[in-house]
């Protein structure tokens, strides 16, 4: 008969280390929670698990506490010193953590019993267990590790049942085991114990640090078992040193110092370079296979630097940090984010991006880039455009003394062009003595590591181009035939080329190629020394390459008649296109330190100094690296040790002659000039210095006053603003470059003085200039300021006070009028900002009265739903007013407004008039539904969802969505610092646009719903037999613009005029900016007349409150009679 197999029973103690300690009692929870059995394979099943002993640190000593209905045995407790004393031979804590011996033990039938594994050996096997759990805070998982001790005799097979542990769900919540492997394994015969690591794992920091003689060996004969972590994965760490020093070999001194790092692996040298007399550098890596702790590092490095034969010593590491980058090619101008996680923390952090073997540029805060503000142990890098200046390896360094953690990264950018040079060959298509002719269309690139597929187009021809590559240039070029008696005879044709990346994204531009015809103009073919200009159609620009050694760009020469004008010299110094690129890439983030801007302006200065030797492209290329340097701080400080390279500079462009044959462009050059300059002495930090003077520019710097006296060039220049700073520069030989529209028969003195005052506390500014009158008493005096906005000469606010002898003096003060509303620029007209403050007073005071009213009389006029909706439209619409008009004046003087208050009340103007127009909306529409479905009722609710849907969902809309785009997908700025208001560039160009288009829309609708009610008033009725008569139908006619007027808006038509009328030379332009001003900012006043007082039903109700009290009062007494 054969026997029965009993099953084989194992009791094993597991000792799980955690490195979270809140995880004891998320694992305590999970005991008791647990279904068993627990099957790991078809053989094995967990039976019970319990819980016995917690030990942990309390203080500087281990404390270890028996769970409940657990007790530590008599002789474990007369062998360590307890906590809670010893009853009945057993205790429940120790202050101690023991080697060997039994854990805490059940207590089982009221005793305690105590069992121990019978054996000689015994294993500890330290298994590496990883928990999954999902977190309920984001999409990504929490993972979790936790060394798990595991202990049993030698004959016990961990390995085999590890994989079987793999992918078990704990507990409801969803944690899993996704990985475990024997990270070490310790042998215990008697009181000696060998540890030794598992393959792919090295001893941890902890225990190389503690016990010496386990570091860098195989098997440690030590007791060990009781360090957390004991062992550790692999991973490859790198320390890439450079040591400068006098000795040739520094091998043997290398690597006598680092080998002591744990887990080192190798030592290698690279290369030594002799860079001078006694002088060697060395470019060494050392290889680990664990991470290390930078003190430890530091201190290798600062007891190598102790040594006289050595003068520096830098290490980087990798392996040390983490980045997170995207991978594969991006999308061209896509946003982009790259993080960087240090296992240590750090002093501070730095990001870089390098091509190829060109010197790293640090990045720093930039229009394209962003930089987190935590930069110690976490750093993120977000790139807003990836466009060709951002493709590159990029790297993270957390740097903490002489170390810097580094981690690296590619970012792969689908290329587009940033420049198309698009030419025509010849630039103009002859047709003066032929049916048909050719021009050859090339498109030129930079190279790249793109391939692009192009396409050249004229008109509606298309043909694939032949691709050709010389000097770092790709050229694509297409012959075309012209027919020259085409229908119509176009003056010119339109010739494109577009260009598309990998991602299939597309990249165009186009020229026009003029048309010469028999009867046209055209000036001839000429040649000037070894400048060839091709034959050119009258009122067109002919453009060659420059021919100047030593010099890049174009010459350019316009065709006036059948004559040549003179030419126009855009060739530029190589090197100062190099600055101007620099620049580019500082305002872009790329460089973007006090370093690299003080680089930039040494280099202007260097190469602008000379006289005599810069064109007028040197002075554009020049005045462009001002301009984006201006826009470069708005995200950068820039220090005062940049004051006299730039300002020594900007005074050697004034040097130049400017005089170029095409007066708009060497006006428009001044224009960029002077406000680049003005811009930069404005945002440059003055700490120190009480100004700086060159020979053609002068800046004096005033501290902490209510009154700033300076002189500048012999002009005397008093400033009353309580401020912080105020910086007052002269800049002489300027003025009369400047546009002189409207003033065109003035003579204009040579110094433009410029004075600005920084944290001004005052709500204006009051400046004088006293200058000496060096045309005599005959000569008439204007006082005028540079409007920078309309750029252009203005006497506004500005004042000519005669002096004493040849003394006079100008005296300006300027404001915010309420028509800058609707206008392109800001505007400075007499007293228009004194009637807007008047008005906007009168008409807030107005509203607020206006809604106490609606709020004492509404149960009384609310009867109906239509009077409930023209009530509610009309209280929306003066709150809305109200929060407008309070917003406008508090942004009414910028200048003492930070940058968020600024772009806060822009919001706010913005949105709370679009909501005010959008309730006129509401309002004019249901009175017309109304007027022409006299039948259909709409209920309350109805109304009352449309209306606050219209009202308030539409302008929130608008705003969102023209603040994200022009903030994100536009060059152009959603408001201006300047005005506090939205911007305006050029048609269609500017944030205003998504203020004047609604209101516009708005109100052509209000006038057309005024028409309609215009219309139905004149319209007799059924009982009438005759129509009304002319007097009265005027009188009708009159009421409904006097009582609809306001509170359709109807007064802002005037504003569409102030958009479009900003010739400033006509009177009427002042006429319609005066009548908006007045008629608009008193719209308060006007609801409050036609809203309120204007209707019976409220006129009574009002009558009656104020009369109701004493009318009681007097039917009281009759009463006691």
């Known amino acids: 008969m054969a026997s029965q197999v009993l099953p084989s029973k194992y009791v094993i103690d597991i000792d799980v280390r955690f490195f979270d300690l809140f995880l004891v009692d998320y694992l305590r929870n999970l005991i008791r929670h647990i279904s068993l059995p627990l099957t790991l394979r078809n053989s094995i099943n967990i039976t019970d698990i319990d819980m016995n002993t917690v030990c942990g640190l309390n203080g500087t000593e281990y404390e270890c506490k028996c769970e409940e209905n657990h007790v530590w045995p008599n002789d474990t407790c007369r062998a360590y010193q307890v906590c809670d004393g010893i009853v009945g031979g057993t205790c429940g804590c120790i202050q101690a953590l023991p080697s060997e011996g039994p854990l805490c033990q059940r207590v089982v039938l009221g005793h305690r019993m105590i069992k121990t594994l019978p054996g000689a050996g015994m294993l500890l096997f330290a298994a590496l267990f990883v928990f999954s759990q999902p977190s309920y805070v984001g999409s990504a998982e929490v993972t979790h590790w936790a060394e798990v001790m595991i202990e049993g005799n030698k004959t016990l097979n961990v390995a085999v049942h590890l994989p079987g542990l793999i992918g078990t769900v704990l507990d409801t919540t969803g944690v899993t085991i996704t990985n475990a492997e024997i990270a070490a394994e310790c042998e215990i015969i008697g009181q000696n114990s060998t540890c030794w690591c598992g393959p792919d794992y090295v001893w941890s920091n902890l225990v190389c640090d503690n016990v010496n003689k386990c570091c860098n060996v195989e098997k440690c004969v030590a007791n060990v078992s009781d360090y957390t972590p004991l062992c550790l994965p692999k991973v490859n760490v790198s320390l890439i040193g450079m040591l400068t020093g006098s000795s040739s070999d520094v091998k043997t001194m290398l690597l006598s110092s680092f080998n002591v790092l744990n887990a080192f692996n190798s030592l290698i040298v690279q290369s030594t370079i002799h860079t001078g007399l006694n002088t060697y550098a060395h470019n060494f890596t050392v290889s680990l296979s664990s991470v290390f702790a930078t003190p430890k590092v530091q201190s290798i490095i600062s007891t190598l630097l102790t040594d006289p034969t050595i003068y520096s010593l830098s290490v980087k590491s990798l392996g040390m940090v983490y980045m997170e980058a995207p991978t594969g090619k991006v999308c061209y101008n896509s946003r982009q984010q790259l993080n960087c996680t240090s296992i240590e923390v750090m002093s501070k952090c730095v990001w870089q991006m390098f091509r190829g073997d060109e010197e790293p540029l640090i990045l720093g805060p930039g229009s394209e880039v962003q930089l987190s503000d935590t930069c110690t142990e976490l750093s993120t890098v977000a790139l807003l455009k990836t466009n060709g200046y951002w493709s590159g390896i990029y790297s993270c360094l957390f740097v903490s003394g002489d170390i810097a953690h580094m981690a690296i990264a590619p970012i792969q950018i689908a290329l587009l062009p940033e420049v198309i040079n698009v030419t025509s060959n010849p630039q103009t298509a002859d047709c003066s003595e032929s049916s048909s002719t050719k021009v050859s269309i090339s498109c030129s690139i930079e190279n790249s590591t793109e391939t692009y597929k192009a396409m050249l187009k004229l008109e509606n021809v298309e043909i694939a181009p032949i691709k050709e590559e010389h000097n770092g240039i790709v050229k694509y070029t297409t012959e075309f035939t012209v027919e020259c008696l085409a229908e119509g005879k176009p003056s010119s044709l ?292 540079w409007n920078v906005t309309e750029e252009r000469w203005s006497d506004d606010g500005c004042e000519f006070v005669k002096g004493p002898g040849n003394l006079a003096s100008c005296e300006c003060n300027h404001l915010t009028s309420f028509s800058m509303l609707m206008s392109k620029h800001s505007v400075s007209m007499p007293f228009l900002d004194q009637l807007t403050y008047i008005g906007l007073g009168v008409s807030i005071c107005s509203l607020i009265v206006y809604i106490i009213i609606e709020c004492l009389v509404w149960s009384a006029v609310v009867k109906s739903s239509l009077s409930h909706f023209r009530h509610t439209a009309l209280l929306n619409i003066s709150l809305c007013l109200l929060l407008a008009d309070c917003s406008f004046l508090a942004s009414s003087f910028p200048s003492i407004l930070n940058e968020t208050m600024c772009l806060v009340l822009v919001v706010a103007k913005h949105y709370f008039f679009l909501a005010m127009f959008f309730w006129m909306l509401c309002l004019s529409v249901m009175l017309v539904h109304q007027l022409i479905f006299v039948f259909s009722h709409t209920g309350k609710k109805m109304y009352m969802i449309l209306g606050f849907t219209i009202g308030y969902v539409c302008p929130t809309v608008t705003v969102a969505v023209t603040y994200v785009y022009y903030d994100q997908a536009s060059d152009i700025p959603y408001y201006s610092s300047k005005t506090c208001w939205l911007t305006y560039q050029s048609a269609m160009q500017g944030s205003i646009h998504a203020f004047l288009f609604p209101v516009g829309t708005i109100v052509l609708v209000n006038v057309f719903s005024m028409v309609v009610v215009i219309a139905t008033v004149l319209k007799p009725s059924g009982a009438e037999s005759n129509k009304k008569g002319d007097k009265d139908a005027a009188k009708s006619i009159i009421k409904v613009i006097l009582f609809l007027t306001p509170i359709f808006g109807g007064t802002w038509i005037l504003g569409l005029f102030v958009f479009l009328m900003d010739d400033f030379t006509q009177f009427i332009t002042y006429v319609v900016h005066y009548a908006f001003t007045i008629v608009n900012s008193l719209q308060g006043f006007f609801i409050l007349l036609t809203g309120c007082f204007a209707e019976k039903r409220v006129r009574d109700e009002i009558l009656r409150i104020v009369l109701g009290k004493s009318a009681k009062e007097q039917g009281t007494v009759t009463s006691t009679k």
Do not use: H
């Open 494 to 785: 339109e010739a494109s080329c577009t260009l598309e990346n990998s991602l299939n994204q597309l990249r165009n531009r186009t020229i026009r190629v003029a048309i010469i015809y028999p009867s046209d103009l055209f000036c001839a073919e000429e040649d000037i020394e070894e400048r060839k200009w091709p034959k050119t159609k009258n009122n067109e620009t002919a453009i060659i390459d420059c021919t100047a050694t030593g010099r890049q760009g174009l010459m350019k020469r316009k065709c006036i008649g059948n004559k040549w004008g003179e030419e126009v010299s855009l060739c530029v110094k190589a090197v100062l296109n190099s600055v101007a690129l620099q620049a580019k890439y500082f305002e872009k983030g790329l460089g973007a330190t006090q370093e690299g801007a003080q680089f930039i302006f040494q280099s202007l200065k260097n190469n602008t100094a000379e006289d005599g030797e810069n064109t007028f492209g040197d002075v554009k290329t020049a005045v462009s690296v001002f301009e984006t340097m201006n826009k470069a701080s708005v995200n950068i400080p820039l220090g005062e040790n940049l004051l006299a390279d730039f300002i020594d500079s900007a005074s050697s462009m004034l040097n130049v002659t400017w005089e170029v044959g095409d007066k708009e462009e060497s006006s428009s050059l001044a224009s960029q000039y002077l406000s680049s300059v003005e811009g930069l002495v404005k945002t440059i930090r003055i700490n120190a210095s009480e100004g700086y003077n060159s020979s053609n520019i002068q800046l004096q710097v005033c501290r902490s006053g209510s009154t700033c006296n300076r002189t500048v060039f012999n002009v005397d220049v008093e400033l009353n603003a309580t401020a912080d700073m105020v910086k007052t520069v002269g800049l002489q030989s300027l003025a009369n470059r400047l546009p002189n529209l409207g003033y065109e028969d003035a003579s204009f003195p040579s110094i433009v003085v410029s004075s600005t005052a920084e944290n001004n506390t005052q709500p204006s500014v009051n400046i004088k200039l006293a200058f000496p009158n060096e045309q005599g008493s005959s000569a008439k005096m204007t006082c005028v300021f």
